[in-house]
């Protein structure tokens, strides 16, 4: 035996110095090696993890389920990628307001540095000096916009022009279009003062057709970012992606090159002037790093944001709304009692008109909390090792919040899957404060740039609607309430409504 030992070791010194200290170095590297409590979570399959576990799932949904199994704090494993998911408000509030500087970074994805151009944009650029930087721009941007009366006037106009078109429909009609067309209109009014008159304009084709087709094909993500070898050869639905996201950013560089043409510092017209002065304030500083943060490619991206963000958000949260007050006739009949107290035939709307429409707010955060639109919100990235929960999560640890869990937490909400807007009003029928476990526009340092638009032209664009009609679904048809899609974006799917005006 000793002899077949022997003749087993290496003859040289050096291969045996290189094979002793391998084996004393793995030893101590296992011996000495930082110990991580992590999250437990549900197991899957080797190489691909859960990923067949949830899709043509309600993604959402299933989270929720696992996190009755697992606790409110749990790993998943997608392909490559390992993501903790957060589903109940304690854990929540902690990773996003009491260490909201360790959670405030955003996942290294392969789609989503293509797609937003080397990770130029605000929602998902990795936390830091330059993300600061253009956020700053753009809620300086967006403040201007809210100042005075511009977001009333939109509202205003978008609904005369939606409620016009939508009374020449006879008979019962799908009115998602023309919400599309609506919250399209409060969109580009606001980045490029454009308003479309109809389906058929340019800006409607432009930025809702083409987000359309971007959202069908986007669906439940992409494998790139699970499986890196399809990297190499992509698949045919991220190349139509690519394809059509490269559509709507050369349609923005077109609307920025044309504001610089006709740019005036002293008459800002929009949210793309204010972009265009901050970029010529840098230039005008000498300031060669600062200069190089707000290049015209950040400025694409940033509108890019807003116009993805801002679109498919409100539009599907109003579809939810309108369905809702169909759905439930006595609900709606308080609501049409109180907007009629409020805004005139003439449907022109004002900001200060939000704070005599308590019950349609209420009603607006109620299917917020039903059907939160974004349920599982954009992932995060712990910018170092950290905890939450009582475990560990190491250095790059991708988050996930799940909004949909928060929002049906039997223990933060009664009769949680009831729909009640008078959860939300006080003894004297006023918004009280917002609930801890109502989260639909995230918290801490990446909350939702543009919640303090989508807030009141929401509100103020729903309170029109139902000034203007009265809603039932078509005649013989049902809707079970349920989401209809499977992607990142939860939907009602198309119904029709009979809509019947009451001016």
């Given amino acids: 035996m000793l002899e077949c030992l022997t003749q087993l070791w290496p003859e040289s010194v050096v291969t045996q110095a290189l094979v002793v200290g391998s084996v004393v170095g793995l030893i101590a590297y296992n011996l000495f090696k930082k110990r991580y409590n992590l999250p437990p979570g549900p197991k899957g399959w080797p190489f691909i993890g859960n990923l067949l576990q949830v899709r ?41 307001v009491t260490r909201q500087a360790d959670f405030a970074g955003r996942p ?50 978008t609904l005369n022009i939606t409620t016009k078109l939508m009374r020449k429909e006879q008979g019962a009609f799908d009115p998602f279009p023309y919400l599309s067309l609506s919250i399209s209109n409060m969109m580009t009014g606001m980045l490029f003062n454009k308003i479309s008159e109809d389906l058929d304009s340019e800006y409607y084709k432009a930025y809702v ?89 950040h400025m694409v991206m940033t509108i890019f944001d807003l116009v993805f963000a801002g679109t498919e958000t409100s539009r599907n949260t109003l579809h939810w709304c309108l369905l809702t007050l169909a759905l439930h006739p006595d609900i709606q009949k308080k609501v049409h009692q109180e907007v009629d107290s409020v805004i005139g035939p003439d449907l022109n709307v004002h900001v200060s008109d939000r704070e005599k429409l308590q ?34 999560l190491p250095k790059g640890t991708m988050v996930i919040i799940n909004h ?5 937490d039997p223990d933060q909400w009664e009769d949680v899957n009831a729909f009640k807007p008078e959860r939300f009003l006080d003894s004297d029928g006023k918004m009280g404060p917002k609930p801890d476990s109502w989260l639909p526009f995230s918290a801490g340092r990446r ?28 005649p ?28």
């Fill in 359 to 392: 019950y349609t707010d209420a009603v607006i955060h109620e299917v917020m909390r039903l059907r939160t639109v974004v349920p599982i919100g954009v992932a995060h990235s712990t910018l170092c090792d950290t905890t939450v929960g009582g475990y560990d």
């Fill in 209 to 297: 057709v083409t987000l359309d087709e971007f959202m069908k094909e986007a669906g439940e993500g992409f494998l790139e970012d699970s499986i890196p070898p399809l990297r190499l050869c992509p698949t045919p639905r991220f190349r139509r992606v690519a394809r059509v996201s490269k559509k709507i950013s050369d349609a923005i560089r077109k609307e920025i090159a044309a504001h610089k043409n006709t740019f005036n510092k002293d008459e800002m017209r929009d949210f793309t002037d204010a972009l265009i002065q901050a970029q010529q304030e840098a230039g005008e500083g000498d300031d060669p790093v600062l200069m190089s943060q707000i290049t015209n490619t």
């Fill in 108 to 157: 290294d994805t392969y789609v989503g540095f293509i797609l937003t151009e080397g990770g130029n944009d605000i929602v998902n650029a990795s936390y830091g000096p330059r993300w600061k930087l253009h956020r700053k721009i753009a809620s300086k941007a967006l403040r201007h916009y809210l100042m005075g009366d511009n977001l009333s006037r939109k509202v205003s106009q």
């Fill in 56 to 96: 043509g799932t309600l993604l959402f949904r299933k989270l929720r389920e696992w996190s009755k199994i697992y606790g409110p704090v749990m790993t998943i494993q997608l392909g490559t990628l390992k993501a903790v998911i957060l589903s109940r408000i304690d854990v929540v509030t902690e990773a996003l």
């Fill in 476 to 503: 013989g048809t049902h809707h079970d309430f349920e989401p209809q899609s499977t992607g990142a974006v939860n939907t009602p799917g198309r119904y029709k409504l009979v809509m019947k005006s009451r001016i």
């Fill in 447 to 474: 909350v939702c740039l543009g919640e303090t638009v989508a807030k009141p032209e929401i509100h103020l664009f729903l309170a029109g609607i139902l000034r203007a009609f009265s809603l039932s679904l078509a």
């Fill in 404 to 408: 949909d869990a928060l929002h049906f």
